[in-house]
């Protein structure tokens, strides 16, 4: 399992980058692999329009621009998840995080009609937002606007959504060194305290639930799509997708008892059926199966 954790504000150790860094912890703690990337490091910008990514010759899920972002893009479509923070500036997120889910999601976005998206995987999608706005102003009119962008996520990605708003953040560490006098120190800095350890807690489930395995089971002989080099397993008429890599065990019936036993993925054989479909196959052994996606 691989996660990505992309800060998207300029500053690197403040409130949104300490609640990245915790979601991150919390991917760790399931076994995930990670990546932090401070995208102010990096040179680029949005969308171009160059629609390199819209030839019908041209390659699908890929932005062919030429800078920092694009090979960060392809990391993160590569990954089984992806969690970005940004502070609110102006109601909205950074121009940063704008840029990268322009270039994120437009290579993905098919014109051709249904279905919407070219990407065939299972990316899940983490968003922390960090604001100095409070709950009436966030309820009302900052979190609609948000929604709209989060709401793009399954549609493009396939995969499990979460967001995450920390309110009311302390700005600066010290108030009397700047002209900001609406602001009451004391009630900032009481209400930091009691709330930002929660805000912690709460981005590190956030880490841990988007990057874990999960569990499916089939019976021997369940239907396996191929798409693109992707894995689609059907159940029950419902389609689950990934982005390919899992992890496979057999419990073989003996007598009655089940006995756990590894299989690489490369172990794993295919018999065409009707292509594309395909049966998973292990000769001779009625077995249920356990796919971990990720």
Not at 62 to 67: G, P, Q, S, V
Not at 114 to 124: D, E, F, K, M, V
Not at 171 to 187: C, H, L, P, R
Not at 208 to 236: D, H, I, N, Q
Request: net charge positive; glycine share 8%; aromatic share 12%.
């Amino acid at each position: 399992m691989k996660t990505i954790i992309i800060n998207a504000s300029p500053r690197k150790n403040h409130n949104t980058a300490q609640l990245l860094k915790e979601a991150q912890k919390g991917a760790e703690s399931v076994g995930a692999e990670t990546e932090y990337i401070d995208l102010f490091d990096y040179t680029f910008t949005g969308c171009r329009s160059c629609l390199a990514c819209k030839r019908r010759d041209g390659e699908r899920n890929k932005c062919f621009w030429k800078d920092d972002l694009s090979p960060i893009v392809s990391r993160i479509l590569e990954a089984d998840a992806v969690i970005i923070g940004s502070p609110i500036y102006f109601g909205q997120p950074t121009a940063s995080f704008r840029a990268l889910w322009e270039r994120l999601a437009f290579p993905v976005l098919s014109y051709d009609g249904a279905p919407i998206s070219y990407y065939t995987g299972r990316l899940n999608v983490g968003f922390i937002w960090t604001m100095n706005a409070t709950g009436d102003y966030y309820e009302n009119g900052i979190k609609p606007a948000l929604a709209v962008t989060e709401s793009t996520a399954p549609m493009f990605f396939h995969g499990d959504v979460r967001s995450y708003a920390a309110l009311d953040t302390l700005q600066v560490n010290d108030y009397s060194k700047y002209a900001m006098g609406a602001f009451d120190e004391t009630a900032k800095k009481a209400h930091h305290e009691k709330q930002f350890p929660l805000d912690r807690q709460e981005c590190f489930r956030m880490g841990a639930e988007l990057s874990k395995w999960k569990r499916y089971w089939y019976s021997g002989g369940s239907p396996v799509k191929r798409v693109s080099g992707k894995f689609l397993l059907t159940m029950s008429g419902r389609n689950l997708r990934w982005s390919g890599r899992f992890r496979l065990q057999a419990c073989f019936l003996k007598g009655g008892v089940q006995i756990p036993e590894k299989i690489s993925v490369r172990s794993v054989k295919f018999r065409a059926v009707s292509c594309p479909v395909c049966i998973c196959v292990f000769p001779g052994l009625q077995k249920k199966i356990i796919f971990w996606s990720g």
